[in-house]
C-alpha cells in the first residue's frame, strides 16, 4: 500500500553506501514487491467517471540509464498491471548505453515472461535521454506513445483519463499528476492538483500554485485538466502524428535538460496545448542529485540544451536568461536553423503571445521598463539579491556588471523584481525583504520618477526607501553594451 520502508539500524551503514548508486535508498526498493498494491489517491469525483469504451491505443516509452532494477521493473509492472490491456499496445525500454550487467541479458529474459509485448532497444553510445525517446518514438506503433521515467508507479485508473483527453483533442499533450515517491522510505505520497508548470528566469522548472483564473476557467472542478504553462517533462501522453507534426524533440540536446521547456513553449505556441489531467495520478521518484555523468560537464550540458530553447522560442524574452546567467552566452549551442524553419512552418506564435495567454503569472515580465542593475550612482553600490531566498532582505554589494544576482525587472506593474522575487515593503520601516510577487501592487509597488527612461532617478516604496539607510537609488539602465542587449527601455503598453 505504498507504506516507507524503514531499514533496521544495523544495516543502516550498508543502505548508505547503496543510496550512492542511483542516488535514491536502493535497500528500500529491493525490499518492495514490485508489484506492490498503492492507496487510491484520487479524487473522489475521478473515481466515478466514464470513459469512452473507444479509446486510442498507446506504447509506453521509458527509457534509462543505468537504472536500477526494481525501479525499473517495478515501473513496467505497475504499467501492465494497472493498464487495460486493450489500450496498451506495447511498452518499449530504450536503453541509453547502461554498463551493468544485470541490465543486458537478464532483462532481456526477465521481460520474455511478460504477458505485454516489451521491446528492449539499445542505443550504440551514450545519448541522452531526449535522443533515447526519439528511438522509441520512431519505433513505437500505438496511436498515441506515453513517456514514463524509469521509476514510476502507475496507480489505478491513470492511463484512461489520459487518453480520454487525447481522443477528444488530439493536439492536447496531456501529463498525469506526478506523486511523490520518497527517495528515502519509497513511501508513496499523493501530488497536488494545486500546482502547475512553471520556470523561473534560470529556465528551471519549477510548480507553482494553480491560479485563481485556471480555477475560475474550470468553474472550480477540480477533475478537470488543468491547462499548465510548462510540464516537467517525464510523464506524458501524446498523440502519436501529432508527435511527428509537432516537430518530436530537438535532436540537438544532449543528455538531459531543457527539452521539457522546449516542448512546453513549442505545443503551446504552435497551436496545441498541454494539460495536467487530475485524475490521473502516476508516482516518480524525485532525487536530489543526479547518479551519473553528464559527458562534457552537468553545467555545459543544461545551457547548451537551455540556449537551444532560448534561441528558437523565446524571442527577445532570451535576455533574462542570459543577463541572470552569467557566461552562460559563451556556451556553444550548435546549429538551430532546422529548428527555427519549424517554428517558421509551423507558423508558431511569438514568445509574447505565450506570456500574455497562457502565463500571465510568469516570472519573465511579459511588459516592463527596464532590466539590469539598480545602482547607487553616489557610492556604486549595487542591490544584490546575495543569493538569498524568499522572505530574506535584499542586500547591497559593490557593482560588478555582471548580471546573476545583481539583476533587477523594473515592470509594467510597477515591481522591483528578480527571478521570482519581488522587493516588498510590508514591514514599516522594516528593511526591504524579497517575497513572492503577488501581482497585487500594495506593498510591492515601486515607483520610479526618473524622466527619461534609463535615467537617474528614485526608487520608492509605499513609505519606505529602499536601501536601509539611503533616501534613494540611482537608477540605470543596463551597462553591458555587448550581446545580448539587456535594455529594453521601454516596451509598449
Ligand atoms: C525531469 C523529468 C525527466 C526529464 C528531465 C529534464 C520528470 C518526473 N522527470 O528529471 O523526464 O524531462 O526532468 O530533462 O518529469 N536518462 C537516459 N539517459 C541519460 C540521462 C537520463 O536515458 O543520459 C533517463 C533516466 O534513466 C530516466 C530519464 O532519462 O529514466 C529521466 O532522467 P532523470 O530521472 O534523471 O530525470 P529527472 O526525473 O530528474
Ligand atoms: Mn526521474
Known amino acids: ?71 525499473l521493473l517495478r515501473t513496467v509492472a505497475s504499467v501492465i498491471n494497472r493498464s487495460p490491456p486493450r489500450l496498451l499496445r506495447e511498452i518499449i525500454l530504450v536503453d541509453d548505453a547502461s554498463e551493468r550487467e544485470f541490465l543486458k541479458a537478464s532483462l532481456e529474459n526477465y521481460v520474455k515472461t511478460l504477458e505485454v509485448p516489451v521491446r528492449i532497444l539499445r542505443m550504440e553510445q551514450r545519448s541522452g535521454l531526449i535522443r533515447a525517446r526519439l528511438r522509441g518514438a520512431a519505433a513505437s506503433k500505438g496511436q498515441v506513445i506515453t513517456f514514463l521515467d524509469a521509476h514510476c508507479e502507475c496507480t489505478l485508473g491513470w492511463l484512461e483519463p489520459l487518453l480520454a483527453r487525447i481522443k477528444e483533442d488530439r493536439k492536447t499533450v496531456v501529463c498525469p499528476i506526478i ?84 516542448m512546453s513553449f513549442r505545443v503551446w505556441q504552435c497551436g496545441g496545448s498541454l494539460e495536467i489531467v487530475t485524475c490521473s495520478h502516476v508516482g516518480h521518484v524525485f532525487r536530489k542529485a543526479t547518479p551519473y555523468t553528464f559527458p562534457g560537464g552537468t553545467g555545459h550540458v543544461i545551457n547548451k540544451n537551455n540556449r537551444r530553447l532560448a534561441e528558437v522560442w523565446m524571442d527577445d524574452f532570451k535576455d533574462f536568461f542570459y543577463i541572470i546567467s552569467p557566461g552562460v552566452v559563451k556556451v556553444d549551442y550548435g546549429d538551430v536553423s532546422v529548428r527555427k524553419a519549424l517554428r517558421e512552418s509551423l507558423k508558431c506564435k511569438p514568445f509574447s503571445w505565450y506570456l500574455e495567454n497562457i502565463y500571465p503569472d510568469s516570472q519573465i515580465p511579459r511588459r516592463y521598463y527596464s532590466l539590469g542593475e539598480i545602482r547607487n550612482v553616489e557610492t556604486n553600490q549595487c542591490l544584490d539579491n546575495m543569493g538569498r531566498k524568499e522572505n530574506e532582505k535584499v542586500g547591497f554589494f559593490n557593482c560588478h556588471g555582471m548580471g546573476g544576482n545583481q539583476v533587477f525587472s523594473y515592470t509594467a506593474d510597477k515591481e522591483i523584481r528578480t527571478d521570482d522575487l519581488c522587493l516588498d515593503v510590508s514591514r514599516l520601516n522594516g528593511p526591504v525583504l524579497m517575497l513572492k510577487c503577488h501581482h497585487m501592487r500594495g506593498n510591492q509597488l515601486w515607483e520610479y520618477d526618473a524622466e527619461v527612461p534609463g535615467g537617474s532617478g528614485t526608487a520608492r516604496g509605499t513609505g519606505v526607501s529602499l536601501a536601509e539607510s539611503r533616501d534613494c537609488l540611482g537608477w540605470k539602465s543596463p551597462p553591458r553594451s555587448q550581446s545580448p542587449p539587456c535594455a529594453r527601455c521601454p516596451p509598449c503598453h
Open 1 to 71: 500500500m505504498g507504506k516507507a520502508v524503514l531499514i533496521p539500524k544495523d544495516e543502516q551503514e550498508k543502505m548508505k553506501e547503496l543510496f550512492k548508486i542511483n542516488q535514491f535508498n536502493l535497500m528500500a526498493s529491493d525490499l518492495i514487491a514490485l508489484n506492490r498494491s498503492l492507496p487510491d489517491v484520487r479524487l473522489d469525483g475521478c473515481k466515478t467517471k466514464v470513459y469512452p469504451e473507444e479509446l486510442p491505443n498507446t506504447s509506453v516509452v521509458i527509457v534509462f540509464h543505468n537504472e536500477a532494477w526494481s525501479t
Open 179 to 262: 506523486d511523490v515517491i520518497s527517495d528515502d522510505t519509497f513511501e508513496y505520497m499523493a501530488g497536488s492538483d494545486m500546482t502547475y508548470g512553471g520556470f523561473n528566469w534560470k529556465l528551471n522548472f519549477r510548480w507553482y500554485p494553480v491560479p485563481q483564473r485556471e480555477m475560475d476557467r474550470r468553474k472550480g472542478d477540480r477533475t478537470l485538466p488543468v491547462r499548465t504553462p510548462t510540464m516537467a517533462g517525464g510523464l506524458f501522453s501524446i498523440d502519436r502524428n501529432y508527435f511527428e507534426e509537432i516537430g518530436t524533440y530537438d535532436a540537438g540536446m544532449d543528455i538531459w535538460g531543457g527539452e521539457n521547456l522546449e
